[in-house]
């Protein structure tokens, strides 16, 4: 069974940075795709960002392109979310998910495995 812990979550102020890492254990773990996702609430789970397992392809969503940066590390199972220039509109809770099925996905329903989430709250 896959197990996704996310950390890093936390208070920052507007105009700051956080770092988001997720990490991946279970046996043989290949996915094609992790992704990020958030839940303000009262909102919709909304697409964040997303790389692929082998290659490391990445795309954002337009809120937070220029941003944020994901990026993995194969060897520890490990992905992350650098947060940058944060704002009080990206306060929510992230959930780092992995798709074993589909390669360039950022629909939530294409995910499989989901972490518990980590609360991000950015002040003004």
């Known amino acids: 069974q896959v197990q996704l812990v996310e950390s890093g979550g936390g208070l920052v102020q507007a105009g700051g940075s956080l770092r988001l890492s997720c990490v991946a254990s279970g046996r043989a773990f290949s996915p094609y795709v992790m992704g990020w996702f958030r839940q303000a609430p009262g909102k919709e789970r909304e697409f964040v960002s997303r790389i692929s397992w082998n290659g490391g392809s990445t795309y954002y969503a337009d809120s937070v392109k220029g941003r944020f940066t994901i990026s993995r590390d194969n060897a520890k199972n490990t992905v992350y979310l650098q947060m940058n220039s944060l704002k009080p509109e990206d306060t929510a809770d992230y959930y780092c998910?992995?798709?074993?099925?589909?390669?360039?996905?950022?629909?939530?329903?294409?995910?499989?495995?989901w972490g518990q989430g980590t609360q991000v709250t950015v002040s003004t």
């Open positions: 998910a992995a798709s074993t099925y589909y390669r360039y996905t950022y629909n939530f329903r294409d995910y499989n495995y």
